[in-house]
């Protein structure tokens, strides 16, 4: 196989985009040195103080503007991304789709929730009116990735967007064509000031931003690259959201409908070849239905097949290095008891990876404990849903999770340590521009969508305004004995009750 790593067809100059499915050159792009990403950033400060002075209105209409350009030109763009990713049409559909409602979603309800709002200030300081108000932070380095080249680096682009912030945005060495058509677009409706910029290059043009000077850095990818992020952040106190990798769980009850969590498995676990950091890697069926729901996800997966041909379900796996790390935890399952009731160790070739489906898996296996972002899942037995949830918690990932069960779907949901829980349903969180998004402990931290993401990218304000001057005075040294006994008094009535 012809490695599909990019690699600078001169050092520090250009480097090619190549199609993971024939190692066709897409495309040719700068690699960035860190002076280029000062000057971006430099450039980014003058622009952020451009676009806050749009207002919500302002920025509301021009992300309904560029929202209009992508969905205008939805072919166009879907095409960018099966040449740098290989996935099918549909699939990159299917994600720039969730990014134009999150586009929609952020324009219409930034107001309402990074506006000035109204607090209580208490009977004590009840001449004082209280307000908070969510402030741009200025300048946010976005540093995305590969896998879904669009919807993932748009949640955060494009709250950050929303709240007022200038964005320089570093895409995958894999997809930089993707972020340069995603930025073209942008600077259509934004042809004044560069908001929205884009710097390509490799893992040393992503270290530059994070050093840059930015206000804060949004990352998506491994846990182990968000270390070193966040190492190297700290030396500038600057803020991180880490959205890392996952080990996404699935609990099937005895109640379940079989079909619909054996169909959520299936699609969950191998669509995107399994690149997907909320994929389905592990499940855990009640043991009175465990045979059965097998067999069903045995069954839905015979017809499902990696290609690059326009009937293939999921394309090629992107990153050559991955397919080593997919062999290796199908091998050491095997090794360690497992059975392979489809796929196996020869399911992984040299560009594409088959369907495997793992039962009997140790669960200290690397199959379960480990990332595999590849087209496989492990199936295990288990006596109740109370086993279930805690070997779905018996991990250092946090990310997303699927719980299938007609009567007890809520309090299950809720005793599963991750960010997001999808019930009856395969990962619909992600699809609701409403709710947060993001994991816990290895899975990183911080939120992306929603409200909580919109005020991810916005520094808090709070302001007390005197309406009039108190009868009493606190807050000098010329108060009196008695303003402080009555302080004394009040506080008593107020909250000295037993």
Avoid at 1 to 10: C, E, F, G, I, R
Avoid at 125 to 130: I, K, P
Wanted: charged share 20%.
């Amino acid at each position: 196989m012809t490695a599909v790593q990019p690699k600078p067809t001169s050092v520090g100059e250009t480097f090619d985009s190549l199609s993971p499915a024939t190692d066709e050159v897409v495309g040719t792009y700068p690699v960035h040195t860190a002076e280029d990403v000062r000057a971006a950033v430099e450039r980014a400060r003058v622009a952020a103080e451009w676009w806050e002075g749009l207002g919500f209105a302002g920025r509301a209409d021009r992300l309904r503007q560029w929202k209009g350009v992508i969905t205008r030109r939805l072919p166009q763009l879907c095409q960018v991304v099966r040449d740098e990713t290989g996935k099918p049409i549909a699939d990159a559909q299917l994600e720039s789709v969730l990014a134009i409602e999150h586009i929609a979603w952020a324009a219409k309800h930034a107001r309402k929730y990074l506006g000035r709002q109204r607090r209580s200030a208490g009977l004590l300081m009840s001449n004082q009116a209280a307000t908070v108000e969510y402030r741009p932070l200025g300048v946010v380095g976005v540093i995305g990735p590969w896998n879904y080249p669009v919807y993932t680096p748009l949640g955060s682009v494009t709250y950050a967007l929303a709240a007022g912030n200038a964005v320089v945005f570093k895409p995958s060495e894999y997809t930089p064509g993707v972020g340069k058509w995603l930025v073209d677009a942008f600077n259509e409706v934004v042809p004044e000031q560069p908001v929205l910029q884009l710097i390509t290059g490799f893992g040393e043009t992503g270290g530059a931003l994070v050093t840059s000077g930015v206000d804060k850095i949004a990352f998506t990818g491994s846990t182990a690259t968000g270390k070193k992020i966040m190492a190297a952040a700290a030396n500038t106190l600057t803020p991180v959201v880490i959205e890392a990798g996952g080990k996404d769980p699935v609990l099937v009850d005895a109640d379940a409908n079989l079909d619909a969590a054996a169909d959520a498995t299936v699609w969950g676990a191998f669509s995107n070849s399994g690149q997907t950091c909320i994929g389905v890697e592990r499940v855990y069926v009640h043991e009175r239905v465990h045979d059965e729901f097998v067999a069903k996800v045995v069954e839905k997966s015979q017809n499902v097949r990696a290609g690059s041909d326009e009937d293939a379900q999921y394309g090629p796996v992107t990153m050559p290095s991955q397919l080593a790390v997919i062999r290796r935890h199908i091998a050491d399952a095997l090794e360690r008891g497992g059975r392979a009731v489809l796929g196996g160790v020869d399911s992984v070739g040299d560009r594409y990876a088959q369907p495997t489906i793992l039962v009997d898996v140790p669960e200290d296996s690397e199959a379960v404990r480990e990332e595999t972002f590849g087209p496989t899942v492990t199936i295990a037995k288990v006596r109740d849903m109370d086993e279930a949830v805690d070997k779905a918690n018996a991990t250092t990932y946090g990310l997303g999770s699927t719980v299938f069960s007609k009567s007890r779907g809520v309090e299950l949901a809720a005793r599963l340590r991750t960010g997001m829980t999808s019930i009856n349903a395969p990962l619909s969180f992600a699809g609701i521009a409403s709710l947060p998004f993001g994991g816990v402990g290895d899975s990183g931290f911080g939120r992306i969508h929603g409200p909580e993401g919109l005020r991810e990218f916005a520094r808090t304000k709070a302001v007390a305004r005197q309406r009039f001057t108190a009868p009493i005075t606190l807050t000098s040294f010329s108060r009196k004995e008695s303003t402080d006994a009555l302080v004394a008094k009040l506080i008593t009535v107020m909250h000295g009750k037993r």
